[in-house]
């Protein structure tokens, strides 16, 4: 007999094209994830957190390969436009939220990158960026082609570059320092911006009372190979915290790596997951998992490979 599998789709933000106020983002159209978990719904039987535990530790024996949907960075999005596709077809999606972003009002760099690329167009961003470092005394680093490559497949050569430097290379204080002097100057207060972009408590309960499990994706997104040990067991600590104190109790919280490729954490940070008792972890490694395979670098494909 073919050994079974679990197929883990990986969403970020979907959005309905005419309530969009941001079309140049880079998201799923509502329109067409609802026509992908349709088909998926055809070919795999919809995996729950249950089913995913019991299928890992050789428990559970599907019928058919499993498929399990999960969305990252705990956006408006989910709530609107996904919650309500899922509930009515009886499936259950994983959702991992940002803590820091939700309890603090604030948004996180990568979510800058984001919106001041699709509200300026990458070359005017870019530029932008390049100018106020030069004025800062901030040097651009020297990227691996291949590594930006390999961490943004979807993106063109000077994108993925500019992204890699801007996620993983440059020093986070003097980033931020200019990240966020441009985000204002374009969208002006952060804090009403992260309440529209994210989750609020009240919604991430409402989609819990809809059958959906939530998740921790850090408190301040940063890639967790960066942090010394005293940050990382702060970061994650204090995801933990928040999520037991404004989340309903579930038998099960799994967790979500930024970024998520294999060199953006280390064993150490996974020890520290299973001290907290996550009971999974998501990478964003490309592949597909089998019973036995390691509960703490699950594989995922993501959404535009999922057809």
């Known amino acids: 007999m073919e050994q079974s599998t679990l197929t883990v789709v990986m969403y970020h933000y979907v959005r309905t094209a005419p309530r969009n106020p941001f079309p140049a983002l880079k998201s799923m159209d509502t329109d067409a994830f609802v026509q992908q978990v349709t088909d998926l719904a055809t070919r795999y039987e919809m995996a729950t957190m249950d089913s995913t535990l019991a299928f890992l530790e050789g428990e559970y024996h599907p019928r058919r390969p499993l ?59 870019r530029r932008r960026f390049f100018r106020r470092a030069r004025t800062c005394g901030l040097a651009m680093p020297v ?7 390999r961490t943004y497949p979807w993106d063109t050569a000077k994108v993925a570059e500019f992204k890699y430097a801007f996620n993983f290379e440059l020093p986070a204080i003097e980033r931020d320092a200019i990240v966020d002097e441009l985000f204002i100057e374009e969208f002006g207060d952060e804090s009403a911006f992260a309440r529209q972009l994210y989750l609020s408590w009240e919604e991430a309960r ?10 921790g994706h850090t408190h301040r997104h940063q890639p967790l190979a960066s942090l010394n040990a005293a940050e990382l067991r ?33 064993g150490e940070a996974v020890r520290r997951l299973r001290e907290l008792n996550f009971c999974c972890a998501f990478s964003t490694e490309v592949g597909r998992n089998q019973a036995g395979s390691d509960r703490y670098a699950l594989q995922r494909v993501d959404c535009k490979q999922a057809a």
């Open 67 to 125: 498929c399990l949907l999960t969305f990252d960075d705990g956006v408006q999005d989910h709530y609107r436009e996904v919650g309500p596709v899922l509930a009515e077809r009886g499936i259950q999606g994983l959702f991992f939220l940002v803590t820091g972003c939700m309890e603090e009002g604030v948004v996180a760099a990568v979510h800058k990158n984001h919106f001041l690329t699709a509200g300026l167009g990458f070359p005017e961003w």
């Open 143 to 149: 990227v691996d082609p291949g590594a930006a490559a």
């Open 206 to 215: 409402q989609m819990q009372c809809d059958g959906m499990v939530l998740g």
């Open 234 to 266: 702060s970061d994650l600590n204090e995801c933990r915290r928040i999520l037991d104190l404004r989340l309903r109790p579930q038998p099960f919280t799994p967790f979500s790596y930024p970024y998520g490729k294999r060199d953006s954490f280390t």
